[in-house]
């Protein structure tokens, strides 16, 4: 899976769970929790989501509640080998 | 009814004269053959009853009755680390004084004993607890909104974990060192609801009245919000995945959203549910 594909599967995920209009994350720097797109217990649920992109679990000891800050920040914690420089 | 402070004295004579010792009440086979027995009832493996579930042989489902059961107790595990650290934060405030604090360090003492007993059963066996992957953001709280939210989360960990003690502790057919965990876990539970149903009661009594209708509905949102997640610890992928099945999250999703799933949570809720609107803060039986 390419690194465009992971942003756009990220991005409709959180849409879909918040039931936010498209614009509210239209770039992959826009806040999601600072804008309340997603509740702690949504992230428990996140999480699993990542895993199956990703097919590899999440150390949830390992990071910090930061990583959630926009889809950039997520593609940069959970992904960090798929990079590809493409623009956000 | 008696209050809280009422049964705290009760209850604490019942955790000395129950008293048992983790380290000496069982007797731990040296290994278990997850394929050679059932280990969880099978009307209570998460996707019975759905299609993935008709297509297993019997071996299959046995070898997912294990997984299920490492599962179960490793969610429960981590319910009850939280509810630990709750009930300490909670000893000798102004308002906890006396028999309640007293019953306190009983309910501490035994939860720390199942997160023992749970946590031998797990790396004994399957080599590990199944992490958690909750992540606790900042929030503001009305006031007395923190200690409710707490023990609703109390509850709601152990009134659904006692549905599943229940079911299995007198399961001949599951293995019997599952079935008297099972039991032995009860009964200290029942000892736990019946103090933590009382004190909740109490608090919301004190508390509620004074919160905005904003607030109030927040409240609700929130604890139908973490019920619903809460049954969302059954479907692990990790779990489908150790048991031989293909895709985790998918099987997950469908045992979220199967129809024979959805009664078996209603019906194992009931009784929570029901409490929870016999107090206000639930207004209807929520969509599990």
Redesign the interface.
């Known amino acids: 899976m390419d690194e465009k594909r992971i942003r756009q599967d990220l991005r409709e995920w959180i849409l879909d769970r918040s039931g936010a209009p498209a614009e509210r994350l239209s770039r992959d720097d826009m806040p999601i929790l600072e804008e309340g797109l997603l509740s702690s217990l949504d992230v428990v649920e996140f999480i699993l989501f990542i895993e199956s992109l990703r097919e590899a679990e999440v150390d949830v000891e390992a990071i910090e509640p930061d990583v959630f800050t926009s889809i950039d920040t997520l593609v940069d914690a959970f992904f960090p080998d798929i990079r590809s420089g493409l623009p956000a | 009814m008696a209050t809280a402070a009422e049964l705290a004295p009760r209850l604490s004579d019942a955790s000395i004269r129950k008293s048992w010792d983790v380290y000496s009440a069982f007797d731990w086979p040296e290994s278990l053959d997850p394929a050679a027995h059932w280990y969880m009832s099978p009307e209570l493996i998460s996707i019975h009853g759905t299609s993935v579930w008709d297509d297993l042989d019997e071996t299959a489902r046995k070898r997912l009755s294990f997984y299920e059961i490492v599962n179960f107790f490793s969610f429960v595990l981590y319910g009850e680390r939280p509810l630990v650290s709750g009930l300490m934060n909670r000893m000798y405030r102004k308002n906890t004084l006396g028999p309640v604090t007293d019953y306190l360090h009983h309910f501490v003492d035994e939860e720390n004993k199942h997160m023992i007993m749970f946590g031998m059963f797990c790396n004994r066996y399957a080599g590990r607890v199944y ?7 900042p ?1 503001e709280y009305a006031r007395g909104e923190e200690d409710i939210a707490f023990y609703c989360k109390v509850l709601i960990v152990e009134e659904l974990g006692d549905y599943y003690n229940l079911k299995m502790m007198s399961d001949k057919t599951i293995h019997p060192l599952v079935a008297r965990i099972n039991k032995i876990h009860h009964v200290d539970e029942a000892r736990h609801l019946g103090f933590g149903r009382e004190y909740l009661r109490e608090l919301v009594a004190e508390y509620r009245p004074a919160w905005n209708d904003e607030e109030l509905a927040s409240f609700r949102k ?1 604890l139908v ?2 019920l ?2 809460s049954w ?1 610890d059954f479907y692990n ?2 779990v489908y995945k150790d048991a031989g099945l293909a895709d ?3 099987i ?1 999703k469908l045992g979220l959203q199967d129809a024979t799933c959805r009664s078996f949570r209603t019906a194992a809720s009931e009784k929570l549910v029901g409490y929870f609107q016999e107090i206000g803060l639930m207004t209807e039986p929520p969509v599990l």
């Open positions: 992490p958690e992957k909750k992540i606790v953001l929030r929130w919000e973490y619903v997640s969302g992928p990790a985790g999250y998918g997950r």
